[in-house]
């Protein structure tokens, strides 16, 4: 028999309640009282899943992925995958997108990572945007119109979702743009190697198809004053972005062939880079700075540049490369260097390994400290030192150590630090820190109609300027309307609603204001039900995690490129998934904090006093029910509750 190697840790494959030293017992408000009965019955208590209280775009992931494997139906005529893509765009109108770039901070929170590995949701949301481009679905235009007018400054992520959200209300939207076409960083950012142009042209077109006007080439402050905006339209939405790039804070950085990353990608999104210098620099050490470090690794660079086809000029919009054309091109030595250690950078993990195995150079823990120019004040090389760095109250520290400065030769030094909002023109919405200030539901502190959102609030993630969006659509309705904007609950996402499950199955439903404590016969919902959704997230302890096997991750097929592979390359890297694996995938959900009609609880229960709720009478989420004139509160039904959808109580 082999041994297992040194540096490969096995994995537990069996769930034990109880550890090796454990010695204290539960807290005595869980404990069984009396021998084998308790004064708690089963209480049926839904709550957030860590991956949606993890998603900044609030979508309601546990739905879409119990569509995808079966245990919610779709309604007749309509075939699951449509009905799982609706269910997503509720939140997030830009699948396919978002499956391709976001760096998924749900698969983090995902309790699954307690059994071997998290489940793959945004594999399975490329898979359902994949298959709504394949099948064209349309989003459903609203009925009636509000007849009121909402101008949207941006057409990137936030702009767009507010947008879309404001049209399916029926509210009529103009979207301004100084660009010729829409998408924001999503176009002029991020490279069409990982997000396809005509992937993105298809979602923005789906979102425009709505009723959706816009207002290409037109800046907001200079083309049009926003006060002409705020006169024309009954509600105002910023979404202005951040696409100034930062420049690095060191003496030379002034350098005509130092840029910023954005600087840099622009010009490659508009089609006017096609080589950089032999030797690149890029410092960051986020998702922008390998994007900045992969293209330089495709574009390569060429022997014989004449003065006007230097990158640098190319940059700044002074020439195209048409040389490039009649030249050999040869790979470029790009080098990419971050104040953090390669396992603390903020990069997507995939993307980081990606750019390793196409021989770009990454080197931590370096910060920068200066540009070292020649006669002509051309970089010749970045100098760095090695350095330590964290974040202390929110802040980032960078502490270099004396002794340890290097120069890394370069033809281009690109910044990826940062970005910052251009308010030329909007000067009197700065609030003194590069951004706009807003309360809870994005309303511009003190104007009352102007509503913010993305970058401009806080440069994060595109998911996260999805979210604003969302958020903020809401807002605007109820501006719209009069009515007064409610304190936003403390998880913002979108969550199951029972109620409309019910609805839709022609069953009898009341008005549910509080907790259904101490009832079995109750027609609102289910006896002792309680929706926590919007106040508590379900941890991996309050479920059994002994009723799942280990079952490893269906996994994309990503190409992964060598050093002479990705010269050139333009061609997308990530493959969806095949249609049973999304099925096989969305399996492995384990439906946190609510009932995946397991049956445990049936099977389980010594009294036989959980039982199915009557197929004429079930839907998702009224699985199961109790009779309480035979249970003896003995918690073995909430003991075997694998999604911790059963909690104890009654009578406390």
């Given at each position: 028999m082999s041994a297992i190697p040194e540096n490969v840790q096995a994995k537990p494959v069996t769930f034990r309640r109880f550890k090796d030293g454990d010695h204290k017992p539960l807290a005595w408000q869980q404990e069984i009282f009396d021998a084998d009965h308790s004064h708690k019955c089963p209480t049926y208590v839904q709550s957030t899943p860590p991956c949606q209280g993890s998603c900044p775009s609030g979508e309601d992931i546990r739905g879409y992925l119990n569509i995808v494997?079966?245990?919610?139906?779709?309604?007749?005529?309509?075939?699951?995958?449509?009905?799982?893509?609706?269910?997503?765009?509720?939140?997030?109108?830009?699948?396919?997108?978002?499956?391709?770039?976001?760096?998924?901070?749900?698969?983090?929170g995902c309790n699954r990572n307690e059994v071997e590995d998290f489940v793959g949701i945004n594999s399975v949301e490329h898979f359902l945007g994949e298959w709504a481009i394949e099948h064209k679905l349309a989003f459903t235009a609203p009925t009636v119109r509000t007849g009121k007018a909402v101008a949207v400054i941006g057409g990137g992520p936030a702009g767009l979702s507010v947008a879309y959200q404001l049209a399916r209300k029926g509210h009529s939207v103009t979207?301004?743009?100084?660009?010729?076409?829409?998408?924001?960083?999503?176009?002029?950012?991020?490279?069409?190697?990982?997000?396809?142009?005509?992937?993105?042209?298809?979602?923005?077109?789906?979102?425009?198809?709505?009723?959706?006007?816009?207002?290409?080439?037109?800046?907001?402050?200079?083309?049009?004053?926003?006060?002409?905006?705020?006169?024309?339209?009954?509600?105002?939405?910023?979404?202005?972005?951040?696409?100034?790039?930062?420049?690095?804070p060191v003496d030379g950085a002034d350098a005509p062939n130092c840029v910023t990353a954005t600087a840099f990608l622009k010009a490659f999104n508009d089609g006017r880079m096609r080589h950089v210098g032999k030797r690149v620099v890029v410092v960051g050490g986020g998702d922008t700075s390998i994007d900045v470090a992969t293209v330089a690794r495709r574009l390569g660079h060429i022997e014989h540049v004449h003065e006007s086809d230097r990158p640098e000029?190319?940059?700044?919009?002074?020439?195209?490369?048409?040389?490039?054309?009649?030249?050999?091109?040869?790979?470029?030595e790009v080098t990419l260097t971050s104040v953090f250690t390669i396992d603390k950078?903020?990069?997507?993990?995939?993307?980081?390994?990606?750019?390793?195995?196409?021989?770009?150079?990454?080197?931590?823990?370096?910060?920068?400290?200066?540009?070292?120019?020649?006669?002509?004040?051309?970089?010749?090389?970045?100098?760095?030192?090695?350095?330590?760095?964290?974040?202390?109250?929110g802040r980032l520290e960078i502490k270099a150590v004396p002794g340890t400065e290097e120069d890394i030769a370069a033809d281009l030094i690109v910044s990826a630090i940062g970005q910052a909002v251009d308010f030329t023109g909007l000067e009197s919405l700065n609030n003194g820190k590069g951004g706009i200030t807003a309360d809870k539901n994005y309303q511009v502190h003190g104007q009352p109609g102007m509503f913010v959102g993305g970058d401009v609030v806080r440069p994060h993630l595109l998911t996260t300027a999805i979210g604003h969006g969302a958020i903020a659509a809401d807002g605007i309705d109820r501006h719209l309307r009069g009515e007064a904007l409610d304190k936003r609950p403390k998880i913002?996402?979108?969550?199951?609603?029972?109620?409309?499950?019910?609805?839709?199955?022609?069953?009898?439903?009341?008005?549910?204001?509080?907790p259904l404590r101490g009832t079995d016969k109750s027609v609102g919902a289910i006896h002792n039900y309680e929706n926590r959704s919007d106040r508590y997230v379900i941890p991996s302890t309050e479920l059994f995690l002994g009723h799942f096997q280990y079952t490893p991750r269906n996994r994309r097929k990503v190409l992964t490129l060598s050093k002479e592979e990705a010269l050139d390359n333009f061609e997308e890297r990530m493959l969806p998934l095949l249609e049973a694996q999304a099925q096989a995938e969305a399996k492995r959900c384990m439906s946190c904090g609510q009932c995946f009609e397991c049956d445990n609880c049936v099977v389980y229960c010594p009294q036989t006093a959980v039982f199915k709720v009557p197929k004429a009478?079930?839907?998702?989420?009224?699985?199961?029910?109790?009779?309480?004139?035979?249970c003896i509160g003995c918690h073995i039904c909430k003991d075997v509750c694998p999604t911790g959808y059963i909690q104890m109580g009654l009578g406390e």
């Amino acid at each position: 028999m082999s041994a297992i190697p040194e540096n490969v840790q096995a994995k537990p494959v069996t769930f034990r309640r109880f550890k090796d030293g454990d010695h204290k017992p539960l807290a005595w408000q869980q404990e069984i009282f009396d021998a084998d009965h308790s004064h708690k019955c089963p209480t049926y208590v839904q709550s957030t899943p860590p991956c949606q209280g993890s998603c900044p775009s609030g979508e309601d992931i546990r739905g879409y992925l119990n569509i995808v494997r079966g245990i919610e139906k779709p309604p007749a005529g309509m075939p699951w995958q449509e009905y799982a893509w609706r269910r997503l765009t509720e939140a997030n109108p830009l699948p396919s997108v978002m499956g391709r770039v976001c760096p998924a901070p749900c698969e983090s929170g995902c309790n699954r990572n307690e059994v071997e590995d998290f489940v793959g949701i945004n594999s399975v949301e490329h898979f359902l945007g994949e298959w709504a481009i394949e099948h064209k679905l349309a989003f459903t235009a609203p009925t009636v119109r509000t007849g009121k007018a909402v101008a949207v400054i941006g057409g990137g992520p936030a702009g767009l979702s507010v947008a879309y959200q404001l049209a399916r209300k029926g509210h009529s939207v103009t979207i301004f743009d100084e660009r010729e076409q829409l998408g924001g960083m999503m176009r002029y950012g991020i490279p069409g190697f990982r997000t396809p142009r005509e992937v993105l042209d298809a979602e923005i077109q789906r979102i425009l198809d709505l009723g959706v006007q816009t207002r290409m080439n037109c800046r907001i402050g200079t083309d049009v004053t926003l006060e002409q905006l705020k006169a024309d339209y009954d509600a105002v939405f910023l979404g202005l972005g951040a696409q100034a790039g930062r420049a690095l804070p060191v003496d030379g950085a002034d350098a005509p062939n130092c840029v910023t990353a954005t600087a840099f990608l622009k010009a490659f999104n508009d089609g006017r880079m096609r080589h950089v210098g032999k030797r690149v620099v890029v410092v960051g050490g986020g998702d922008t700075s390998i994007d900045v470090a992969t293209v330089a690794r495709r574009l390569g660079h060429i022997e014989h540049v004449h003065e006007s086809d230097r990158p640098e000029r190319v940059i700044a919009g002074h020439a195209a490369h048409d040389v490039a054309a009649l030249s050999a091109r040869q790979g470029a030595e790009v080098t990419l260097t971050s104040v953090f250690t390669i396992d603390k950078m903020q990069a997507n993990k995939h993307e980081i390994e990606q750019a390793l195995a196409e021989g770009i150079a990454i080197r931590g823990g370096l910060s920068p400290i200066a540009v070292v120019r020649d006669a002509t004040g051309r970089a010749t090389a970045l100098r760095v030192a090695q350095c330590e760095a964290k974040f202390v109250g929110g802040r980032l520290e960078i502490k270099a150590v004396p002794g340890t400065e290097e120069d890394i030769a370069a033809d281009l030094i690109v910044s990826a630090i940062g970005q910052a909002v251009d308010f030329t023109g909007l000067e009197s919405l700065n609030n003194g820190k590069g951004g706009i200030t807003a309360d809870k539901n994005y309303q511009v502190h003190g104007q009352p109609g102007m509503f913010v959102g993305g970058d401009v609030v806080r440069p994060h993630l595109l998911t996260t300027a999805i979210g604003h969006g969302a958020i903020a659509a809401d807002g605007i309705d109820r501006h719209l309307r009069g009515e007064a904007l409610d304190k936003r609950p403390k998880i913002d996402v979108h969550s199951f609603d029972l109620m409309r499950k019910m609805v839709e199955k022609g069953l009898p439903t009341d008005t549910i204001t509080a907790p259904l404590r101490g009832t079995d016969k109750s027609v609102g919902a289910i006896h002792n039900y309680e929706n926590r959704s919007d106040r508590y997230v379900i941890p991996s302890t309050e479920l059994f995690l002994g009723h799942f096997q280990y079952t490893p991750r269906n996994r994309r097929k990503v190409l992964t490129l060598s050093k002479e592979e990705a010269l050139d390359n333009f061609e997308e890297r990530m493959l969806p998934l095949l249609e049973a694996q999304a099925q096989a995938e969305a399996k492995r959900c384990m439906s946190c904090g609510q009932c995946f009609e397991c049956d445990n609880c049936v099977v389980y229960c010594p009294q036989t006093a959980v039982f199915k709720v009557p197929k004429a009478k079930s839907t998702t989420g009224r699985y199961v029910d109790t009779d309480y004139s035979k249970c003896i509160g003995c918690h073995i039904c909430k003991d075997v509750c694998p999604t911790g959808y059963i909690q104890m109580g009654l009578g406390e």
